[in-house]
């Protein structure tokens, strides 16, 4: 399952499955379950779907214990998930990255190499959005970059190869 994914089908079985909220308040460190005392899941939604702010508190404490959540959500306890990307690179490493990438642009700018189009950008973003090593912040777990950025210079490859430099 996907980061991006666990909240809204967290949320979606509050609603619908009245184990799962015992099975989530039982993996979950006292001070959540305490939360969940204060906000009765009908308490958490307004008529029209939306996150009462009692809700919105518990959402957050959620989003702060996600692998808790997600084990829940998957019924295999409080284990750690293998399925998570792993970390992003550090900032070094990043800031490495970037320079790399600034540079090999200026250099394909001043060989008046070709812009990509916007059908190209496209396509290497729709590429990072179904691959597991997106993060929910846009940053590829295995180079770092913002891949939003990183799909606009035409000098830049996948680091896992899933689309070349053009």
């Known amino acids: 399952m996907k980061t991006e994914d666990i909240l809204p089908e967290c949320l979606r079985r509050l609603r619908t499955d009245p184990d799962f909220e015992r099975r989530l308040r039982s993996s979950m460190p006292r001070e959540v379950q305490l939360l969940f005392d204060a906000v009765s899941i009908e308490g958490m939604f307004r008529s029209d779907g939306t996150l009462t702010h009692s809700g919105a508190e518990l959402v957050?404490?959620?989003?702060?214990?996600?692998?808790?959540?997600e084990a829940t959500l998957d019924g295999?306890?409080?284990r750690e998930i293998e399925t998570r990307p792993p970390a992003a690179p550090g900032l070094l490493k990043r800031a490495g990255s970037l320079a790399h990438a600034i540079g090999a642009e200026t250099k394909a700018m001043v060989q008046r190499q070709p812009m990509l189009s916007a059908q190209q950008v496209a396509a290497r973003l729709a590429v990072c959005a179904s691959c597991d090593r997106l993060r929910s912040n846009r940053t590829c777990a295995q180079c770092g970059c913002f891949v939003?950025?990183?799909a606009r210079f035409r000098s830049q490859t996948c680091p896992l190869r899933k689309w070349p430099a053009k």
């Open 60 to 69: 957050d404490e959620l989003n702060a214990a996600l692998p808790v959540v």
């Open 76 to 78: 295999i306890g409080a």
């Open 148 to 150: 939003d950025a990183k």
